[in-house]
Nanobody, 119 residues
Framework: QVQLVESGGGLVQPGGSLRLSCVASGNVFSLYTMGWYRQAPGKQRELVARITSEGSTNYADSVKGRFTISRDNAKNTLYLQMNSLKPEDTAVYYC?????????????WGQGTQVTVSS
């Protein structure tokens, strides 16, 4: 079982920056692929960025060049640095952990943190 707790959301003006954090419980954080997802009102949850246990990353086209995902395995913490924020980035952001063990996916979600981009 992995518990995920996000923080760092808030209200920011267009063009501003925020850094989200996600702290994971347990001692196998480094083995999980970690990701940030978001869900805007009336829309489906979508992948924002993902980082594997080896450090490989991928991003949604809409955030490439503006967002950076990183992890600190010593602190069991996942980060999302968000720059040049746009109103369309407004959503609840969720932390995700997943790992494939013995032919089965294990997946966990945080409770979400609200990001609002507005002037």
């Amino acid at each position: 079982q992995v518990q995920l707790v996000e923080s760092g959301g808030g209200l920011v003006q267009p063009g501003g920056s925020l850094r989200l954090s996600c702290v994971a419980s347990g001692n196998v954080f480094s083995l999980y692929t970690m990701g940030w997802y978001r869900q805007a009102p009336g829309k489906q949850r979508e992948l924002v960025a993902r980082i594997t246990s080896e450090g490989s990353t991928n991003y949604a086209d809409s955030v490439k060049g503006r967002f950076t995902i990183s992890r600190d395995n010593a602190k069991n913490t996942l980060y999302l640095q968000m720059n040049s924020l746009k109103p369309e980035d407004t959503a609840v952001y969720y932390c995700n952990a997943r790992r494939f063990i013995f032919s089965k996916w294990y997946e966990y979600w945080g409770q979400g943190t609200q990001v609002t981009v507005s002037s």
